[in-house]
């Protein structure tokens, strides 16, 4: 009988492994925007979903008229007091005035001072004030609209921020062991057609989950602004890590009852050998053990062959 071998092959091998994974974030990642006296919205300048850099618009606000009342009382008793402190300097210069009686006024503006300063930093205004995004992220939601009267403390919007976002996926066991963390891989939401973005792999758990009989790896931060959100299922492709192994074709490789085998050529015979296989690149079969790479393994005649069987040999 006539066959073709070939000696196996010693090459670098790796392959992409594609998984699926879904969008996770970390510690502190969500942002509670909130409003800290009360007021009415004006306009809302976002809308749920969409990306926001740090500093841009929110929405903006009116404080109320009981608020904006203090606002300009706080502001006339100021004004009023300093007037008052003027007086009472020229009059104490003519000794017309007591110092306590200086004193008590030079108190009272302090004071003065102090609940105009409180009233502006909470932001009230006679005018419109913006709120502006504390972070760049992505709106995950706006809990008020244009006319609601928001109170004091309220959380008006939450913010995602896409900075620290990262990918949770899941990997079986046997291709775990072909991964390490700082392998590279590449993501794409399973819904868009958006470019793939780059991450590395952080960490891979070593505990296999009890139904699924998968690991759980997790990617770094994801490296630029995107527009996803929290759970959004993804694909997750990593190239394995590099590593010389024996190949040999893929029609080299048959299987029956007892497992995979391949047929090599010894002394002028076609000898049956069981082997170990691992992964498959280039229409390739990588051999993990059965055979060496100084065997001649028969890649053309060898589905009628049985072991044991005389055979004339052509190499490729």
């Known amino acids: 009988m006539h066959v073709t071998a070939r000696p196996a092959d010693t090459e670098i091998i790796s392959m992409d492994i594609t998984m699926p994974g879904a969008v996770r974030s970390q510690i502190n990642a969500v942002h509670s925007v909130s409003l800290?006296?009360?007021?009415?919205v004006?306009?809302?300048e976002v809308t749920e979903g969409m990306h926001i850099d740090e500093g841009a618009p929110l929405l903006t606000l009116s404080a109320l008229p009981g608020d904006t009342q203090s606002l300009q009382d706080a502001r006339n008793a100021v004004n009023y007091l300093r007037r008052q402190k003027e007086h009472f300097?020229?009059?104490?210069?003519?000794?017309?005035?007591?110092?306590?009686?200086?004193?008590?006024?030079?108190?009272q503006l302090k004071d003065a001072i102090a609940t105009l300063d409180t009233i502006e930093k909470q932001?009230?205004?006679?005018?419109g004030i913006t709120l502006p995004s504390p972070v760049s992220g992505n709106i995950v939601k706006i809990l008020a609209g244009p006319g609601d009267q928001i109170a004091a403390g309220s959380v008006l919007a939450t913010i995602i921020e896409t900075s620290r976002l990262k990918i949770e996926f899941s990997i079986s066991p046997d291709n775990a062991r072909r991964l390490s963390p700082e392998t590279q891989?590449?993501?794409s939401p399973v819904?868009?057609?958006?470019?793939?973005?780059?991450?590395?792999?952080?960490?891979?758990?070593?505990?296999?989950?009890?139904?699924?009989?998968?690991?759980?790896?997790?990617?770094?931060?994801?490296?630029?602004?995107?527009?996803l959100y929290v759970d959004e299922a993804v694909s997750v492709t990593?190239?394995?890590n590099p590593h010389r192994g024996i190949t040999v074709p893929l029609n080299a490789v048959m299987s029956d009852a007892d497992g995979q085998f391949v047929f090599?050529?010894?002394?002028?015979e076609a000898k049956k050998v069981t082997v170990e296989t691992g992964i498959i690149t280039n229409q390739k079969q990588e051999i993990l053990s059965g055979i060496s790479p100084e065997d001649n393994v028969i890649t053309d005649g060898n589905y009628v062959l049985s072991n044991g069987d005389k055979v004339d040999v052509t190499y490729e």
Do not use: M
């Open 238 to 240: 990593c190239q394995t």
């Open 185 to 187: 891989c590449h993501f």
């Open 36 to 40: 800290p006296y009360s007021g009415r």
């Open 42 to 44: 004006n306009q809302i």
């Open 191 to 227: 819904f868009s057609q958006a470019e793939p973005t780059p991450v590395t792999i952080d960490a891979i758990n070593r505990q296999v989950d009890a139904q699924t009989g998968l690991l759980t790896a997790y990617s770094t931060p994801i490296p630029r602004e995107t527009d």
């Open 89 to 107: 300097t020229e009059l104490r210069k003519q000794e017309l005035a007591t110092q306590t009686q200086l004193r008590d006024i030079s108190k």
């Open 123 to 127: 932001g009230i205004s006679e005018h």
């Open 264 to 268: 090599i050529f010894k002394d002028g």
